[in-house]
């Protein structure tokens, strides 16, 4: 039932609801790309106008002989946004599937401070009346190069982008397109948490390379110093995106 006639590419999803209800989907594709919706999408939209929005698992499967298709990253900020415990399935036309996978992400370590400060400065430039919450991000390329980028909100919460995004699509416009790491700095001061990069986002990262590290730092409203996920301002730890495992 795929509605594909750009990429060709078919894909279906089978939502199950807490009550046992079973939701389908598939992708819809338009001649403007942006607007096009993923088959899991399709599911958990038909599944919450009908007043659904506790879900157990999620199957997908796709026309490829290659390997397994996990869902991009817009798919997986939309199944969390319900849940982070959804089990998700992959599955070929053959029915081999592959069992529950999604979100993993390895922890490694390494010192950028300086990207993190660069990452911390773009974000006093933040564009979020709404919100309130600033987020910053320094993108590094290959070559050396830094970019910064900063959230830019917007009344029409669908238009705003965020600091990853900005910092892409700058370096992008500018020639760059092989990226060695991202720092995002935030100031999520209210838990003792850090705030990872959203689905669109990470989606844009791996778009680039998977292997693209990504840091994560949090600023205190205080006198100390930023904080990052591995220690005070010298040790970061780094979530690497992945596509599944």
């Known amino acids: 039932m795929a509605y594909a006639p750009y990429s060709k590419f078919k894909v279906g999803a089978a939502l199950l609801c807490e009550d046992g209800e ?3 989907g598939c992708n819809v594709e338009n001649i403007s790309y942006g607007a096009s919706i993923c ?3 399709t599911a958990l939209v038909k599944a919450v106008s009908c007043g659904q929005i506790k879900f157990r698992a999620i199957a997908v499967t796709a026309d490829a002989s290659d390997g397994f298709v996990p869902p991009c990253g817009v798919c997986r900020q939309f199944i969390v946004e319900f849940s982070a415990n959804v089990a998700v399935y992959l599955a070929k036309p053959d029915f081999s599937t592959l069992g529950n996978k999604l979100f993993a992400l390895k922890m490694v370590k390494r010192d950028i401070q300086q ?8 974000r006093n430039l933040a564009y979020c009346p709404y919100s309130k919450f600033q987020v910053g991000a320094a993108l590094v390329t290959t070559d ?3 970019f910064t980028g900063c959230n830019v909100e917007n009344i029409a919460y669908g238009g ?3 600091a990853e995004r900005t910092a892409i699509v700058k370096a992008v416009s500018s020639g760059k397109q092989k990226f060695k790491a991202i720092a995002v700095a935030t100031n999520n001061i209210k838990t003792d948490s850090f705030t990872s990069p959203c689905g669109p986002c990470r989606q844009f990262i791996v778009e680039f390379g998977s292997d693209t590290i990504v840091y ?3 600023c205190l409203e205080s006198p100390h110093p930023p904080r990052s996920c591995g220690g005070q301002f010298r040790n970061y730890s780094a979530l690497r995106p992945t596509t599944a495992s």
């Open 160 to 162: 705003t982008i965020c």
């Open 115 to 122: 990207l993190v400060r660069d990452s911390i400065a773009a």
């Open 22 to 24: 079973v939701v389908t």
């Open 216 to 218: 994560l730092a949090k």
């Open 39 to 41: 088959a899991e999408r």
């Open 144 to 146: 050396g190069e830094t």
